[in-house]
Every structure is written in structure tokens, then in C-alpha cells.
């Protein structure tokens, strides 16, 4: 794990990149966010590592600006062939998430077992 990386701390898993943000409402520091996405994108285009699981189990709050960073990192993880998942949602983030576009392609999973598994394609697409 990469201690600097407080709001999108993250470990690569037998090459899965799991993200457990840490997004709570009152908002995040909009310059450090983007840095540590950009960090993420940067990670995936310069490893093996393709499939990316994020674990929203920490976190309260989906903003635009989170949203954005979650859809930069699945843009990434998309271009280079992979899979990504979200898991451990709340009612309220999964309803907030239905309504982006971009993010209703993927799997929203109740454990993070059901993500890994539909990331490296031991479980079938997940049901729209």
C-alpha cells in the first residue's frame, strides 16, 4: 500500500488493483484528489495490473468530483482491456451511481469476493 494516498489509498492484489477511497461529506482537497488519481491511471498504464476493484466500504459521500476521479480510473482500466467493479455500496451511493452513465456499464457487487470474482472473469457479466 502506498501511504501518501489518503483519500484513494490502494494495493495491488495478485494483479488486481483494489481502491478503498476515503470520501466523507464536507468534501476532499480537489488538487490532492486528482494528483492521486492520476497516480492510479499512471500505475495501471505502466504495470500488468488490469482489473480494478474499488471497496467503497470507508466512504459516505459520492460528489461530482469523486465521481469523476472513479470514472478517470475505470477510463483507464477500460482502455488498456480490463475489468473493473464497485463493491460494498450503500442503498444511497448505488442510486446515486445508476444515474452515471459510464459507471452503469460495470458491476456494482454487495462483497468485495462477488467483485474480485467478475474482474478476473469467474463470475458472468453482471445483470443491468
Partial sequence: ????????PGEDINGVLLI??????G???LEELHHQTNHWR?????????Q??????HSDYLGS???G????????????????AICRLSDHMTGVLNTVRPVTSLGLFDSLEAGFDYVLGKSPEPAE
Fill in 42 to 50: 499512471t500505475y495501471l498504464a505502466r504495470t500488468d495490473t488490469r
Fill in 1 to 8: 500500500m502506498t501511504s501518501w494516498l489518503d483519500i484513494l
Fill in 65 to 67: 468530483e469523486f465521481i
Fill in 52 to 57: 480494478v476493484v474499488f471497496d467503497l466500504k
Fill in 20 to 25: 478503498t477511497p476515503h470520501v466523507q461529506r
Fill in 27 to 29: 468534501g476532499v482537497d
Fill in 69 to 84: 476521479a472513479l470514472i478517470a480510473i475505470l477510463n483507464e482500466c477500460e482502455r488498456l482491456g480490463g475489468r473493473a
